[in-house]
T-cell receptor, first 112, second 117 residues
Framework: GQNIDQPTEMTATEGAIVQINCTYQ??????LFWYQQHAGEAPTFLSY????GLEEKGRFSSFLSRSKGYSYLLLKELQMKDSASYLC?????????????FGSGTRLLVRP | ETGVTQTPRHLVMGMTNKKSLKCEQH?????MYWYKQSAKKPLELMFV???????ENNSVPSRFSPECPNSSHLFLHLHTLQPEDSALYLC????????????????FGPGTRLTVT
């Protein structure tokens, strides 16, 4: 079967660093996406990893270990506007690369 | 603003009603998707269209009927729904379905919050 696991909720303090983990068990692997979704709004693309390692994009970084079936999203210098849900999604197949398997999302609350 | 709009944003309907959800993308994409997002559950892919042709029906009940008149517009026609169909319905688009390389990013609309009474 296909399975994506993420923590349901996390709380962090403004200005701090938070790491949101995602583990996956899928039939194949063709890349992993992170999306951000504010309440009542559209999910928006944050990052895509297909090779092992860390990719940095401003305050946000995403890490992938294919051998461990593991990724994390690292948010630095947290701001109140970072309060949102963060969705991890895997593309298991190159043949149907558009078929993403999503996790249930991690709701992050940033406190002052 | 992601370039994908959805109307209405909120909809309350009875089980005997017929209604339609509309999605429009202004990104020049060729693939469009319908997803269902229920509380505390993962996004579920419902339908996929590529160049106006349906390429995916993920075992969705026939009370949901999609329509894609062109690459910019996607509809979801609803009839005789059940209370368990209450959810956020998200539309998305991408450049196309991708080949054997990197999957294209999907751009999502804000969704229609549907409540079936």
């Amino acid at each position: 079967g296909q399975n994506i696991d993420q923590p349901t909720e996390m709380t962090a303090t403004e200005g701090a660093i938070v790491q949101i983990n995602c583990t996956y068990q899928t039939s194949g692997f063709n890349g992993l996406f992170w999306y951000q979704q504010h309440a009542g709004e559209a999910p928006t693309f944050l990052s895509y990893n297909v090779l092992d390692g860390l990719e940095e994009k401003g305050r946000f970084s995403s890490f992938l270990s294919r051998s461990k079936g593991y990724s994390y999203l690292l948010l630095k210098e947290l701001q109140m506007k970072d309060s949102a849900s963060y969705l991890c999604a895997v593309s298991p197949s190159k043949d149907s690369s558009y078929k993403l398997i999503f996790g249930s999302g991690t709701r992050l609350l940033v406190r002052p | 603003e992601t370039g994908v709009t959805q109307t209405p944003r909120h909809l309350v309907m009875g089980m005997t009603n017929k209604k339609s959800l509309k999605c429009e993308q202004h990104l020049g994409h060729n693939a469009m998707y319908w997803y269902k997002q229920s509380a505390k559950k993962p996004l579920e892919l419902m339908f996929v269209y590529n160049f106006k042709e349906q390429t995916e029906n993920n075992s969705v009940p026939s009370r949901f009927s999609p329509e894609c008149p062109n690459s910019s517009h996607l509809f979801l026609h609803l009839h005789t729904l059940q209370p368990e169909d209450s959810a956020l319905y998200l539309c998305a688009s991408s450049q196309d379905l991708g080949g054997s390389g990197r999957p294209y990013e999907q751009y999502f609309g804000p969704g229609t919050r549907l409540t079936v009474t």
